[in-house]
């Protein structure tokens, strides 16, 4: 492990505290121009509605849930904030990454466990989440961190909720980690 | 922890400034004659009746409609979901908590527009918020929302568009007799209300 | 003056734009902060990173500090600011569905993006999940419906709600930070893990 330390890290990641006030900085940016906050899952959303719009016209229509977002986003869907914003985060993240050297196509696990084990339970992690951010209505960046940044009774709830389960559960998943 | 030091430095002093500013330099609640007077004039109080009725059909949770009617009339015929809070009653205590709130958008309605604008009047001097009145009261709404009636072939296009909508809402309402609409107009889900221009564009967001 | 785009001084397609430029800011801030490492996440609930906590209270406490403050000098209409509603119910439990989703799949769905763009496979492993996450909340959604409506509370800000003015509340969230943040760093001396 200690060997492939140096060759692997790349360069050093950003102070946390920095990079929290840079995060600071760009959320305000966000509610400043756009009066909203950041987010993610919704992009997703938009994805998903438009996929099944393109292969089935008409299951939208005996799915509410999506049928209400379609008629909301007038012109399509993928006409959201939230789909420029991700695909924004797609590039900048590409961009640090190349910069700092860690570009790698890797599954990143602990020494414990097989790569099968972690993409299974990313797999799972994955539904989880996708699931809970829309019974949600967001996740930690669109409920979570934007909530509380203004301060919404919503996102502290939220983040609380994410939080304490993760830490209750941790226990059992320690050997994922750990 | 170095950097946590001089974190800490910056932030806490800027929390201290924003603790010890009056909260009315941050947002102001209260209102003076003068605004009060400005915003009656200008009408802002006023939800329109198409609006009500696409809520309603929507069934959007954030909307209460509020009967300032006497519990007689109320008994009698109330609007789908409403609750009845007499006029004549309006300052007791047990409405306060309905009144004063930003939970929910409260639409003060009676036979007219003349109870439910005073009930406003009071409710707005007391630097409450979220309550609006319903334009033309009960009687445009049975008038024009539940039983709209049809246009003149010459009439613009926004008036079929308004019509359609409402003869959609009041189906979806129980109202009014259901009668198809002409075949060149655009199917009725396509169809939404007419926004009055006063209406400041509510913030969207979220995932 | 502000928010630009709700007070119609920007288009629509600008807003779009600006959009991206925030996403790539934002991308670049959660990569170089170590957000596309699920196992520099998950460190915060075993003690050895807590990266995600520092960044996470940080960042909100900026950007509060700073709406206030804009708000204090009359730059931006924080009533034209979105205030996510609270519904109470779907609140706590899709709270907690993502909170086991986060612990199992060590990723959330914003830093899944980033560390599927750096070539981690199991973020983009975890991207499928939400794609079908998401379509089986829709395709379920009948079974969902009344717990999704569920208490809702309008858009109360936890100040009012606590009684407090903003920037009081404001000062307390900071102090409460602060405090999490020496906690976290004695932590992270006291469970040391080898380099991962």
Same mark, same amino acid.
């Given at each position: 492990?200690?060997?492939?330390?140096?060759?692997?890290?790349?360069?050093?990641?950003?102070?946390?505290?920095?990079?929290?006030?840079?995060?600071?900085?760009?959320?305000?940016?966000?509610?400043?121009?756009?009066?909203?906050?950041?987010?993610?899952?919704?992009?997703?959303?938009?994805?998903?509605?438009?996929?099944?719009?393109?292969?089935?016209?008409?299951?939208?229509?005996?799915?509410?849930?999506?049928?209400?977002?379609?008629?909301?986003?007038?012109?399509?869907?993928?006409?959201?904030?939230?789909?420029?914003?991700?695909?924004?985060?797609?590039?900048?993240?590409?961009?640090?990454?190349?910069?700092?050297?860690?570009?790698?196509?890797?599954?990143?696990?602990?020494?414990?466990?097989?790569?099968?084990?972690?993409?299974?339970?990313?797999?799972?992690?994955?539904?989880?989440?996708?699931?809970?951010?829309?019974?949600?209505?967001?996740?930690?960046?669109?409920?979570?961190?934007?909530?509380?940044?203004?301060?919404?009774?919503?996102?502290?709830?939220?983040?609380?909720?994410?939080?304490?389960?993760?830490?209750?559960?941790?226990?059992?998943?320690?050997?994922?980690?750990? | 922890?170095?950097?946590?030091?001089?974190?800490?430095?910056?932030?806490?002093?800027?929390?201290?400034?924003?603790?010890?500013?009056?909260?009315?330099?941050?947002?102001?609640?209260?209102?003076?004659?003068?605004?009060?007077?400005?915003?009656?004039?200008?009408?802002?109080?006023?939800?329109?009746?198409?609006?009500?009725?696409?809520?309603?059909?929507?069934?959007?949770?954030?909307?209460?409609?509020?009967?300032?009617?006497?519990?007689?009339?109320?008994?009698?015929?109330?609007?789908?979901?409403?609750?009845?809070?007499?006029?004549?009653?309006?300052?007791?205590?047990?409405?306060?908590?309905?009144?004063?709130?930003?939970?929910?958008?409260?639409?003060?309605?009676?036979?007219?527009?003349?109870?439910?604008?005073?009930?406003?009047?009071?409710?707005?001097?007391?630097?409450?918020?979220?309550?609006?009145?319903?334009?033309?009261?009960?009687?445009?709404?049975?008038?024009?929302?539940?039983?709209?009636?049809?246009?003149?072939?010459?009439?613009?296009?926004?008036?079929?568009?308004?019509?359609?909508?409402?003869?959609?809402?009041?189906?979806?309402?129980?109202?009014?007799?259901?009668?198809?609409?002409?075949?060149?107009?655009?199917?009725?889900?396509?169809?939404?209300?007419?926004?009055?221009?006063?209406?400041?564009?509510?913030?969207?967001?979220?995932? | 003056?502000?928010?630009?785009?709700?007070?119609?001084?920007?288009?629509?397609?600008?807003?779009?734009?600006?959009?991206?430029?925030?996403?790539?800011?934002?991308?670049?801030?959660?990569?170089?902060?170590?957000?596309?490492?699920?196992?520099?996440?998950?460190?915060?609930?075993?003690?050895?990173?807590?990266?995600?906590?520092?960044?996470?209270?940080?960042?909100?406490?900026?950007?509060?500090?700073?709406?206030?403050?804009?708000?204090?000098?009359?730059?931006?209409?924080?009533?034209?600011?979105?205030?996510?509603?609270?519904?109470?119910?779907?609140?706590?439990?899709?709270?907690?569905?993502?909170?086991?989703?986060?612990?199992?799949?060590?990723?959330?769905?914003?830093?899944?993006?980033?560390?599927?763009?750096?070539? $981690?496979?199991?973020?983009?492993?975890?991207?499928?999940?939400?794609?079908?996450?998401?379509?089986?909340?829709?395709?379920?959604?009948?079974?969902?419906?009344?717990?999704?409506?569920?208490?809702?509370?309008?858009?109360?800000?936890?100040?009012? #709600?606590?009684?407090?003015?903003?920037?009081?509340?404001?000062?307390?969230?900071?102090?409460? #930070?602060?405090?999490?943040?020496?906690?976290?760093?004695?932590?992270? $001396? $006291?469970?040391?893990?080898?380099?991962?």
């Amino acid at each position: 492990m200690s060997n492939s330390k140096t060759e692997e890290r790349g360069r050093r990641y950003l102070n946390p505290y920095v990079g929290g006030v840079l995060l600071g900085l760009v959320l305000l940016a966000a509610n400043f121009i756009s009066g909203r906050g950041l987010g993610a899952s919704g992009a997703v959303k938009s994805v998903v509605v438009t996929t099944i719009e393109a292969v089935d016209k008409d299951a939208i229509n005996t799915m509410p849930f999506m049928a209400d977002y379609a008629e909301s986003h007038s012109g399509s869907p993928m006409k959201s904030w939230l789909v420029f914003e991700m695909l924004g985060v797609i590039v900048g993240g590409f961009l640090s990454g190349a910069i700092a050297g860690r570009l790698k196509l890797k599954v990143e696990h602990s020494p414990k466990i097989t790569s099968r084990r972690r993409l299974v339970f990313a797999l799972m992690g994955g539904v989880l989440f996708g699931f809970g951010s829309q019974l949600g209505r967001g996740c930690t960046s669109g409920s979570a961190l934007s909530g509380m940044a203004v301060l919404s009774m919503g996102g502290f709830i939220t983040m609380m909720a994410i939080f304490g389960t993760a830490f209750a559960l941790a226990y059992f998943f320690r050997r994922n980690w750990i | 922890m170095k950097t946590l030091k001089l974190l800490a430095l910056i932030i806490i002093p800027l929390g201290i400034i924003l603790a010890a500013v009056p909260a009315d330099r941050i947002r102001h609640f209260q209102l003076t004659a003068d605004e009060l007077l400005q915003e009656a004039g200008a009408g802002v109080q006023f939800i329109s009746p198409d609006v009500v009725a696409d809520m309603l059909v929507q069934k959007d949770p954030s909307l209460r409609l509020i009967d300032v009617r006497t519990p007689e009339e109320f008994d009698d015929y109330s609007m789908p979901g409403a609750i009845n809070v007499p006029l004549s009653n309006l300052l007791a205590d047990e409405y306060s908590d309905i009144l004063n709130q930003n939970a929910y958008v409260n639409v003060f309605y009676s036979n007219g527009s003349v109870y439910a604008n005073q009930a406003w009047m009071i409710t707005r001097q007391l630097g409450y918020e979220n309550n609006l009145v319903l334009e033309g009261g009960l009687n445009y709404w049975f008038g024009n929302i539940l039983s709209p009636e049809e246009p003149s072939q010459t009439s613009p296009n926004e008036e079929f568009a308004r019509y359609d909508f409402r003869k959609s809402a009041a189906a979806a309402l129980g109202g009014g007799g259901v009668v198809s609409t002409e075949p060149d107009v655009p199917a009725v889900k396509a169809v939404k209300p007419p926004v009055s221009a006063k209406a400041k564009k509510k913030p969207s967001g979220g995932c | 003056m502000g928010p630009l785009a709700p007070y119609e001084i920007i288009s629509e397609n600008t807003n779009f734009l600006l959009a991206f430029f925030i996403g790539i800011a934002f991308g670049w801030v959660l990569e170089s902060s170590g957000f596309s490492s699920s196992r520099k996440l998950a460190g915060i609930f075993y003690g050895y990173d807590a990266v995600v906590l520092k960044v996470f209270f940080t960042g909100a406490i900026t950007c509060m500090l700073g709406l206030l403050f804009m708000s204090l000098f009359g730059w931006i209409d924080l009533d034209l600011v979105y205030v996510n509603p609270t519904y109470l119910t779907s609140a706590i439990i899709g709270g907690v569905i993502m909170g086991a989703g986060f612990i199992m799949g060590g990723f959330c769905p914003g830093t899944s993006f980033c560390g599927a763009a750096i070539g $981690k496979i199991d973020a983009m492993v975890f991207v499928v999940g939400l794609f079908i996450g998401v379509y089986g909340f829709a395709f379920t959604y009948g079974w969902w419906e009344k717990l999704y409506y569920a208490n809702y509370l309008g858009e109360p800000k936890l100040s009012e #709600a606590l009684g407090m003015k903003d920037g009081l509340f404001g000062l307390l969230l900071i102090i409460v #930070a602060l405090g999490m943040f020496v906690v976290a760093e004695w932590a992270e $001396k $006291k469970f040391p893990r080898e380099e991962y």
